[in-house]
């Protein structure tokens, strides 16, 4: 039986794997963590017969602690520590944000294979993310979909022959629209596909998510920024492809539904039987692609700069979108100004090589204040 450490367990990747762990009875949850919902993952660890958890908002902890009998570890660094405590043989890290980098190098050096929905463990961390697990023999299996099928196309045929990726993006709740102005914290959190968090369905609506995806498959593929590319397919039917040397195209499709990637990941290198819909192409009856709008979308410009110029640039990228994002859904700043924000970041940061952890994190907090700044100034 495989034991697994579900952090952000109560966000929709987390539920879904807890979903799929009643389903399996080859893995079993031995520990949670969560941000600040205590009334929630404690009903979760009751329902789970779960011991051990972990709470990162220290008010929230404190309530915790008083309703569970359980062990509770509180802080940040209570949910790092949850990792040497409940001995997994995988962490599926859901947190969203920076938050969940620290708990990728924890469980990294420990030798931890890591189910990674937590895009910004390798946005922020790069290369250094990818050679301390390397170091220390531990896997990196991706849980977005997109990735999971490049990730799944590759194992089964190989990387030598390859030569691009195509990651698909549904296009969001503002695909076709080529002005922007006055969009609507209700419109922007419509997302025509997933059910999302707040910060991942903004992200999915400036096509930024997008742009995080091309920073993580650079790093988990190993593929130059050129043969990255994107297409919107609004359907959501085919998940990611990649095209080889001869000329041929492999395609990953399925009905969306994130249980699929995230039993694969805790499953690998199995593939186990999951009660989900089956894809019945004739009754879809037409996919369709059609290349995404930069000028419009300018967080997906962003991102490919910030991927391409390396360093500590898609760390300032992240930390800018995540204040400018908040920023949005508290109506402090309209929907156009999160690229504007997040531009103007990069631009007075600047760019340079990131030697180890320690500045990134310090790189991480310099950007969320110039952000901060930049949005008091525009209020």
């Not at 789970?48 to 569970?68: H, M, R, S």
């Not at 922020?124 to 993310?129: F, K, T």
Request: hydrophobic share 45%.
């Amino acid at each position: 039986m495989k034991r697994v450490l579900i952090l952000g367990s109560t966000g929709s990747i987390g539920t879904q794997a807890l979903e799929v762990i009643a389903e399996r009875p080859e893995l079993d949850a031995v520990g949670l963590a969560v941000g600040r919902d205590w009334q929630t993952v404690i009903a979760q660890a009751r329902g789970f017969g779960i011991e051990t958890v972990a709470v990162a908002d220290l008010d929230a902890a404190a309530e915790a602690a008083a309703n569970f009998d359980g062990t509770l570890l509180s802080g940040p660094e209570g949910v790092i520590e949850l990792i040497g405590a409940t001995e997994p043989d995988m962490v599926l890290n859901g947190v969203v944000g920076a938050a969940g980098l620290g708990p990728t190098i924890g469980a990294l050096s420990q030798g931890i294979d890591v189910a990674l929905a937590n895009k910004e463990s390798l946005v922020i961390g790069g290369e250094l993310v990818t050679e301390l697990a390397a170091a220390t023999g531990a896997r990196l299996l991706p849980v977005d979909s997109e990735h999971s099928a490049i990730f799944q196309l590759i194992e089964r045929e190989g990387g030598d022959s390859l030569s691009r990726i195509v990651l698909t993006a549904s296009g969001g709740p503002f695909r076709g629209r080529s002005d922007l102005e006055g969009v609507t914290i209700e419109q922007a959190l419509a997302h025509p596909t997933w059910a999302m968090g707040g910060r991942i369905t903004i992200d999915s609506a400036t096509l930024m998510n997008k742009g995080f995806e091309m920073i993580e498959a650079h790093l988990l593929f190993g593929l130059p920024y050129e043969k990255i590319e994107v297409v919107v397919h609004p359907q959501s039917i085919v998940h990611s492809m990649i095209d080889l040397h001869d000329g041929s195209t492999l395609a990953h499709l399925g009905c969306p539904d994130m249980r699929v990637p995230i039993a694969l990941a805790l499953t690998w290198p199995e593939r186990v039987e999951l009660s989900t819909e089956r894809l019945d192409l004739a009754k879809i009856g037409r996919l369709d692609f059609e290349e995404p709008d930069p000028e419009t979308f300018r967080c997906l410009a962003l991102a490919r700069e910030a991927g391409e110029s390396g360093g500590i640039a898609p760390c300032v990228l992240n930390a800018a979108d995540e204040i400018a994002v908040a920023a949005f859904l508290d109506g402090g700043i309209s929907f156009s100004d999160i690229a504007r924000v997040i531009e103007q970041t990069l631009d007075d940061i600047g760019s340079g090589p990131a030697s180890g952890f320690d500045e990134l994190f310090a790189v991480d907090e310099a950007s969320r204040e110039r952000a901060s700044e930049i949005i008091s100034g525009r209020s």
